[in-house]
């Protein structure tokens, strides 16, 4: 069952499951269907006229009340967490989960039957690549009630959560990798559960209407209320973790990096789903195709050996974008994993160096003045820097756009330029450099 995490994944089959639904008590059959690459996971109401799908997706969230609900328009389908986590966890991308009610069967509390149901499906690679988030820098939220969730970079999709109930009983610790095998050994079978003093406002509220201790566990002072006994002695935060890889599946990509939560809860969980999508806009490529200019609009790479004595692997500008009057100009560099310092600068996590950065300012600026002077045969000398900041990492795969500004000239010997390098439209690293000119 375990993923090529390369490949898209959908399941083999038709597969279905019935049972009755833990908050409307209705009886309820469910479906997973295959489905074709970029399709995402989307709920079918086979129950309702014209048979509307909705995608599983934050931005159709609408209710977090001890469940998740998604809806579109007056359509809402409601505690779908437990299937979503099951099939985000088993490799699952790309699936229809067709239900003839609102709400999908709560079975024993747990996963597991949702795991059983994809093994029965089976899962199948697809001809497309997974869409994956690599978290390059931390990402947190904070909620009034004093959840807090962390995600920080990692190789892995990781979680560790710490679970404290009313007046800190359970408290509990679990951190682990989330593959399809550990979740279906480790995570799947841990149970639903509810403390007793939130059962009444639970019922007040109309929910739970299907629930028992057949498919939930009621916690009542130090007492645990449970038709068999707990499956783990941490049972309690495993089903937190198993609520948050379902909660984040709403994001819509696969996550690469470690979720640390304290005290996480369906509410907590949307929140940081929803800042991985600000998060991922930012850092999409925002470059635009755009036509490089001839002349003197633009220099290619020819034209920009021509003008700089650098060569691989010291050669930090690929093309000049153009320049803009006498005083400024734009180059761009790809920055690449076959970068040779990429092999000993933070090997595992490579980091363009920040020290190369400034020297593609220096090479830009440099090319600058050059054209200023209308003399391509001297060597601009890097001779000072100052006001430089590193302000966001830059790895394999970004674009740098290096931009510099002259703001002194002199004798055509020395000149100041205010430079900076941007990734998707934000500053990286930035400085004031100065340069000496001299014939070759």
Do not use: W
């Not at 149901?117 to 001809?127: G, N, R």
């Not at 019922?203 to 007492?223: P, W």
């Not at 998060?279 to 633009?298: D, I, N, V, Y």
């Amino acid at each position: 069952m375990a993923a090529t995490p390369e490949l898209q994944h959908t399941v083999g089959k038709t597969a279905s499951l019935s049972g009755m639904s833990l908050h409307t008590g209705e009886k309820v059959t469910l479906c997973v269907q295959p489905a074709p690459v970029d399709h995402g996971i989307k709920f079918k109401r086979k129950d309702l006229q014209d048979e509307p799908t909705i995608d599983a997706k934050i931005e159709n969230l609408k209710t977090v009340e001890r469940a998740t609900t998604i809806g579109e328009g007056s359509m809402r389908v409601h505690t779908v967490e437990h299937v979503l986590s099951a099939l985000s966890a088993m490799g699952v991308d790309n699936a229809i989960v067709e239900m003839d009610a609102n709400e999908p069967p709560i079975g024993d509390g747990s996963a597991s039957p949702y795991v059983e149901l994809i093994s029965k499906a089976s899962v199948i690679p697809q001809e497309k690549a997974r869409q994956i988030f690599d978290v390059r820098e931390p990402i947190s939220i904070e909620t009034k009630s004093g959840s807090l969730l962390v995600v920080l970079p990692d190789d892995k999709f990781r979680i560790s959560c710490t679970q404290v109930g009313p007046e800190g009983r359970f408290s509990q610790f679990y951190s682990t990798e989330v593959t399809p095998a550990v979740f279906e050994r480790e995570l799947a079978p841990a149970r639903t559960f509810v403390f007793y003093e939130d059962v009444q406002p639970l019922m007040e509220k109309n929910l739970i209407k299907g629930g028992s201790l057949e498919n939930a566990i009621v916690v009542r002072g130090d007492a645990v209320l449970s038709k068999e006994p707990l499956r783990f002695p941490d049972e309690f935060v495993r089903h937190k973790i198993l609520d948050i890889i379902g909660d984040l599946s709403l994001f819509g990509h696969r996550i690469r990096g470690h979720v640390v939560a304290v005290k996480p809860g369906h509410h907590s969980n949307a929140e940081l789903a929803r800042a991985l999508v600000r998060e991922r806009t930012k850092t999409m490529p925002t470059l635009q195709p755009r036509a490089f200019p001839p002349g003197e609009g633009g220099l290619d790479i020819r034209q920009v050996m021509d003008i700089l004595p650098h060569r691989y692997p010291f050669l930090m500008v690929d093309r000049i974008v153009g320049f803009e009057g006498d005083t400024k100009i734009s180059g761009v560099k790809s920055v690449t994993i076959n970068e040779p310092y990429f092999g000993g600068h933070f090997p595992g996590h490579p980091v363009m160096p920040g020290v190369l950065q400034v020297e593609a300012m220096a090479q830009v600026a440099s090319i600058l003045m050059m054209k200023i002077t209308k003399s391509a045969s001297r060597i601009g000398y890097f001779i000072s820097a100052d006001a430089v900041k590193f302000r966001k990492p830059v790895f394999p795969g970004d674009t740098l756009f290096i931009h510099a500004e002259l703001t002194k000239a002199r004798s055509n010997r020395l000149a100041k330029a205010k430079c900076h390098c941007s990734v998707n439209d934000s500053v990286v690293s930035e400085g004031e450099l100065m340069f000496t000119f001299l014939d070759k």
